[in-house]
Nanobody
Framework: QVQLVESGGGLVQPGGSLRLSCAAS????????MGWYRQAPGKQRELVAA???????NYADSVKGRFTISRDNAKNTVYLQMNSLKPEDTAVYYC??????????????????WGQGTQVTVSS
């Protein structure tokens, strides 16, 4: 069983910074991509940023230049450095691990997993 544990959320003033972390645990041979999504009240969950095992990144237009995603493959951990935070960044942030190989005998069995979410509130 794979678990994703997030940390680093909280309350911050506009213009401030936060760093989110997400560690995947369990029997894991590889993870194709890891990323962060967010969901604000009354809105759909949206992709914030993602990174592949090779280091390729993808960002939502709304966070480009402010957020940086990084990954430690050896630790199965993904980070999201959030700078210049705005009130509109307020949301629950969810970690995602996509294409997780947990069974060496079944290379095509690569499910996705989600973390429980961490609240980020940007307010003065």
């Amino acid at each position: 069983q794979v678990q994703l544990v997030e940390s680093g959320g909280g309350l911050v003033q506009p213009g401030g910074s936060l760093r989110l972390s997400c560690a995947a645990s369990g029997t894991i041979f590889s993870i194709n991509a890891m990323g962060w999504y967010r969901q604000a009240p009354g809105k759909q969950r949206e992709l914030v940023a993602a990174i592949t095992s090779g280091g390729s990144t993808n960002y939502a237009d709304s966070v480009k230049g402010r957020f940086t995603i990084s990954r430690d493959n050896a630790k199965n951990t993904v980070y999201l450095q959030m700078n210049s935070l705005k009130p509109e960044d307020t949301a629950v942030y969810y970690c995602n691990a996509a294409g997780v190989r947990t069974d060496w005998k079944r290379p095509n069995f690569v499910p996705n997993y989600w973390g429980q979410g961490t609240q980020v509130t940007v307010s003065s």
